[in-house]
């Protein structure tokens, strides 16, 4: 019997199961791969300096080789660069300066702090499912790399699974997200072209020139840069199907790269390191956050589109989240879904920011420098989204004037 354990050792899992041992809970974490392995979702946002704090990972990564990032920067369809939104300009504390990270090393970071916290790792255990007591989630059925079962009993079960989303699925509880319906394809190069002085580590969010697509590039240890192209999922995937043969994401990604006049410089001499690859269909979020005995973080509760990084910073944020409500769970002898997912209301208004400056973004027809050209008093909580204060600032108020220039999404709450 453990206290908790944690299915998933991705960033969310890793958070959760490390604030929740430091508080000398018997924590098992149970991950499926034997080391971490490529991932997207490489762009930290500045916000996540408190969790990092908490978590006593800052000198870790600031002795780290992950670029540092400074600041992020919007192309437009005409190729147009916007001036840097430099985070320290709002907020010269050193939380405003974070990093881009090569996932599996990043991963492993924490996933080994974790242990140093006295969680248990098992690696290369695989959970076929989460045991039910009626409504009361009591424990894992876990499958070893050498085959064999064993049934595992917790008083709290935390699903890190991300997409998998082993208990959402299996409660069946997922919303999808319609009007997000995107696809990305992405890959790394080497030797791309980056920008000098503290512009090196930019995130760079580039429109195409119809608007119908936008790339990311994110600058990356051993001189590689990370390159995607996200759009609609009709657009990007379905209406591409080449002469009976499938799918063929190199193409599309090139077609896409050729119509990107800022980018197509910056990697044209640079080596491509592996295939394209592909996702799609990536929004969504759960109607629960947590039940009896189970609590849902990270990607397995819900993700918002890439476009303004904000995979990880809710990832960690929910982690560290969950873990308050999982450690009064047990000053309480109370693990009923009420108490453990106490974080839910907060956690999904900070989420809801993201969400409807997503819903401007993808707007064909607004321009966020027009929309701060006649709304200049809401610079301030754009710059607090962007730079991930949603939890510690109030964002609300820019969203009735955005809505005049916009039609933004209906509020969602648990």
Not at 229 to 256: C, M, S, T, W
Request: with cysteine; proline share 5%.
């Amino acid at each position: 019997m453990y206290d908790v354990i944690v299915i998933g050792g991705g960033p969310a899992g890793s958070t959760v199961a490390a604030l929740v041992a430091d508080k000398g809970h018997r924590v098992l974490l149970l991950e499926r791969e034997e080391s971490p392995n490529f991932k997207i979702g490489e762009s930290l946002m500045p916000a996540t300096y408190w969790t990092f704090k908490r978590l006593g990972l800052l000198e870790k990564l600031k002795a780290s080789h992950f670029p540092k990032k400074y600041s992020v920067q919007f192309y437009s369809k005409s190729g147009n660069a916007s001036a840097p939104f430099y985070f320290f300009e709002n907020d010269p504390h050193e939380a405003s300066v974070t990093w881009q990270v090569l996932r599996s090393e990043f991963d492993e970071m924490l996933l080994d702090h974790a242990q140093e916290k006295g969680v248990e790792v098992r690696r290369g255990t695989r959970v076929n499912e989460v045991s039910f007591d009626e409504d009361r989630a009591v424990g894992v059925q876990a499958r070893d790399a050498d085959g064999s079962i064993t049934d595992l009993a917790a008083k709290v079960i935390v699903d890190s699974t991300g997409q998998s989303a082993i208990v959402s699925r299996k409660l069946k509880i997922n919303i999808p997200e319609p009007a997000l319906k995107k696809a990305s394809l992405f890959t790394h190069f080497e030797d791309g072209v980056r920008d000098t002085g503290i512009d090196e580590g930019a995130t760079l969010i580039l429109h195409t020139e119809n608007k119908d697509s936008w790339f990311w590039y994110i600058p990356l240890p051993y001189n590689r840069v990370s390159v995607g192209v996200v759009g609609g999922l009709d657009y990007l995937i379905q209406n591409r199907r080449l002469h009976g043969d499938g799918l063929a994401p190199q193409k599309i990604f090139e077609e896409e790269l050729d119509k990107c006049a800022p980018l197509k410089p910056r990697i044209e001499n640079a080596k491509q390191l592996f295939p394209v690859q592909v996702t799609k269909d990536f929004s969504y979020r759960a109607r629960k956050i947590a039940g009896n005995g189970w609590v849902l973080v990270g990607d397995a509760f819900g993700f918002i589109d890439p476009v303004y990084s904000t995979g990880l910073f809710l990832a960690l944020k929910s982690g560290e989240m969950a873990s308050d409500t999982i450690n009064d769970a047990f000053e309480n002898d109370d693990f009923s879904g009420e108490q453990l997912g106490k974080f839910g209301p907060e956690f999904v208004k900070g989420l809801e920011s993201f969400r409807k400056l997503v819903y401007a973004f993808y707007t064909k027809d607004f321009s966020f420098a027009h929309f701060l050209k006649r709304f200049p008093e809401c610079q301030q909580g754009i710059i607090d989204i962007l730079s991930g204060n949603v939890f510690i600032r109030d964002v609300s108020g820019i969203f009735e004037p955005m809505g005049q220039m916009c039609k933004l999404p209906e509020e969602t709450t648990l």
